[in-house]
């Protein structure tokens, strides 16, 4: 399996536009989350889902955040419109069967919103 | 919420000293989770800890997770460069993971 895929690996954009991050799980894996990384914060929990139902997006700092996950193998994050403090590595993880098992992170996006 | 809490922030050693890492929650888990992020990298699941008082040994690594199921520790024996990262614990009670902020560590060789 070629693990959990993220694209683009690197974004860069100026405030104001709408950005698209895009993930694709590990096939089988029921649970996909997305994270956001930054030095002061740390690893965040944004959204997750599960059978492509989102269960709790609580982490979602405001309405300039969306995610969906039409089908089993995708799912998005989108801000619209970006700001420069939306700078940071976003990662995408998928696991077999809820937050009691391993995760398996994509390689990330890097996002810097200028 | 559940707060998971890392300490140190940093650690730098010379190659060959031992390491340790400190993860404290704020409510009893169910289980935590220990991860690996390389410098420039993703996190890597490394191990899972469930029981009260249980211990885990991989190679150079040893990890427990406390009796009262609060908190839990990351040792490292003899560290080497390959060891350098970020480690990151996380917990899981009633809710989705919560990872603490991680202990990086640098190795000086």
């Known amino acids: 399996d070629a693990g959990v895929i993220q694209s683009p690996r690197h974004e860069v954009t100026e405030m104001g536009q709408e950005v698209t991050l895009r993930c694709k799980p590990i096939?089988?894996?029921?649970?996909l989350f997305w994270y956001r990384q930054t030095m002061m914060r740390g690893l965040e929990l944004l959204i997750y889902?599960?059978?492509?139902?989102?269960?709790?997006d609580s982490g979602m700092p405001e309405d300039r955040f969306s995610a969906k996950m039409p089908n089993a193998s995708f799912s998005t994050l989108k801000i619209q419109p970006s700001e420069p403090r939306d700078s940071a590595v976003y990662f995408c993880a998928s696991s077999l069967a809820g937050q009691s098992y391993e995760q398996y992170f994509g390689p990330g996006t890097r996002l810097t919103v200028t | 919420g559940q707060q998971v809490m890392q300490i140190p922030q940093y650690q730098h050693v010379q190659e060959g000293e031992d390491f340790t890492t400190y993860c404290n929650s704020s409510?009893?888990?169910?289980?935590i989770q220990w991860y690996k992020q390389r410098p420039g990298g993703h996190p890597v699941f490394l191990i899972q800890l469930v029981k009260s008082g249980e211990v885990k040994k991989q190679k150079r690594l040893t990890f427990q997770f406390g009796e009262a199921k609060k908190n839990s520790s990351l040792h490292i024996t003899a560290t080497q460069t390959t060891d350098v990262g970020t480690y990151f614990c996380?917990?899981?009670?009633?809710?989705?993971?919560?990872f603490g902020k991680g202990t990086r560590l640098s190795v000086i060789a």
């Open positions: 889902f599960n059978n492509n139902v989102p269960i709790d």
């Open positions: 096939s089988g894996h029921d649970y």
């Open positions: 996380a917990g899981t009670g009633n809710t989705p993971l919560v």
């Open positions: 409510t009893t888990l169910s289980n």
